[in-house]
């Protein structure tokens, strides 16, 4: 009888073991599917200029996947359009933070470093961005002609 109990009890924790793991399995599946389309909705309002409504689904995004350096980049380029530069820049940090790489976060740095008149940034990040660049490499040469032109000179007219 003892033994019996044992058994219905050892296959009913399997069983609840195996119940719980596909549970699991499912709702991570879930919760990928949903991030996907929260981007995707989000993309498509932006796209839109429904940019409100856009920022509401990117941010919806990070909840649920905070490392998805393209909902950063897009909420940057919400706030580019409202005029919040102090956002616009911490976002596009956030996406540097995930994705060093991604050359047009480093290129909205850069701009937004120029108009601070942050020449040393600018100059660090361009560097950065050299290395980096594959798509957009021709606007650091006009960033850097740009910064050329209004970089103060050390003048010796002594």
């Known amino acids: ?9 050892s296959s009913m924790n ?5 119940t719980l793991f596909f549970y699991l399995l499912i709702n991570i599946f879930n919760i990928s599917i949903s991030s996907e389309k929260f981007f995707n909705k989000a993309l498509e309002l ?23 350096s393209k909902s950063y980049l897009y909420l940057a380029k919400i706030y580019n359009h409202e005029e919040n530069q102090e956002k616009e820049e911490k ?6 933070l995930i994705e060093p ?11 937004i470093a120029l108009e601070k008149s942050n020449y040393l940034k600018v100059k660090d ?15 650091n040469k006009s960033i850097l002609e740009s910064l050329e032109n209004i970089e103060p000179k050390n003048n010796n007219d002594s």
Request: negative net charge.
């Open 125 to 139: 990040l361009s560097k950065t961005f050299i290395e980096v660049c594959e798509k957009l490499c021709d606007e």
């Open 14 to 18: 399997k069983m609840f073991k195996f």
């Open 101 to 111: 790489n991604n050359e047009e976060a480093i290129l909205m740095l850069i701009k």
């Open 91 to 96: 976002n596009l940090e956030a996406t540097l």
């Open 46 to 68: 932006y796209e839109n200029k429904k940019y409100e409504d856009a920022r509401f689904m990117f941010e919806r995004n990070i909840v649920f996947n905070p490392k998805h």
């Open 1 to 9: 009888m003892i033994i019996s109990l044992t058994r219905e009890h």
